[in-house]
């Protein structure tokens, strides 16, 4: 065997190795985690550790409290979904919308502090959200949309769109210029060209950057806090997981549960938009 041999053998090996181990530090809490919630709490009781829940002891009572509305003694989850959903979503398209055009502007257009202000995006995504807390609170309150959900999500955009800005530029600089031009030469604005050119070859960015944005929105906790404790009724499912994870009376299957809840949409979204993501960039090679 020759010295490339072995390397190639070795490396191969370790790769695989380092492959099946982070795999596994990833998968088993949440498998710990989803088998919890499936056990009743007398066989979490006697067995902590047992890994596995037999087809005698499965059971589904948790995610049925979870979900059931606090009217019907369960704990609301179900409309605390929907809230998050809405909340989370509403952040995405206001904040692309705004952000596009910001993005584009850094990237195409030439004006003084063009770099600097690139840097400041930045820089504001870095600044504590725990000092931006009370202000924003304060402003909101007394504009009225303290305790809304339109509220809470137009304060998300101060958090979202600066690394939005600064994501979707740095892939907007990679599309050639001379693609802009040829759409220039056959008659398009430079809106239209935005629209119907960069737009479509930017669609990986996109969705990247719409998927990081919804899970900033779907995990946030401490705005939440501020502006929806008084309105039990708009509750976000972080919120409500928070609730169960400080209630004396409620069992830890249950609180699993609530976190299985919470982690599902963003791990079903994740794969959804992981396919996206390969045939958006397949559509912009075959533009390009």
Do not use: H
Not at 31 to 38: E, F, I, N, P, R
Not at 155 to 166: G, L, N
């Amino acid at each position: 065997m020759t010295r490339a041999q072995f390397e190639e053998r070795l490396f191969g090996t370790l790769r695989w190795a380092t492959l099946a181990f982070l795999a596994v530090i990833t998968i088993a809490p949440f498998y710990y985690m989803v088998l919890l919630s499936l056990k009743p709490i007398d066989s979490l009781l006697f067995d902590p550790g047992s890994l596995w829940v037999s087809s005698r002891e499965l059971t589904f009572d948790t995610y049925r409290s979870v979900l059931k509305p606090t009217s019907e003694g369960g704990q609301g989850f179900l409309r605390m979904l929907l809230n998050s959903a809405g909340v989370a979503l509403a952040t995405v398209a206001l904040t692309l919308t705004a952000a596009v055009p910001g993005a584009y502007a850094v990237s195409r257009l030439k004006f003084f502090g063009n770099r600097q202000i690139s840097a400041m995006f930045l820089a504001i995504y870095l600044f504590p959200t725990t000092l931006l807390a009370v202000p924003l609170f304060v402003m909101f309150a007394k504009a009225g949309l303290s305790g809304s959900l339109v509220g809470l999500a137009v304060v998300y955009i101060a958090q979202t769109v600066p690394v939005s800005i600064y994501m979707m530029k740095n892939y907007f600089v990679t599309i050639p210029y001379s693609v802009e031009e040829a759409a220039a030469l056959d008659g398009c604005t430079r809106l239209q060209a935005l629209r119907k050119v960069i737009l479509p070859l930017a669609l990986p960015s996109l969705m990247a950057t719409g998927l990081y944005i919804f899970m900033i929105a779907w995990n946030e906790f401490l705005f939440a806090l501020l502006f929806l404790a008084a309105d039990p009724d708009a509750w976000t499912v972080s919120l409500g997981l928070q609730q169960l994870a400080g209630g004396i009376e409620v069992s830890k299957t249950v609180l699993m549960a609530g976190s299985v809840v919470l982690t599902v949409p963003v791990v079903l979204l994740f794969f959804a938009a992981e396919r996206l993501l390969t045939e958006g960039l397949t559509s912009g090679a075959d533009k390009t």
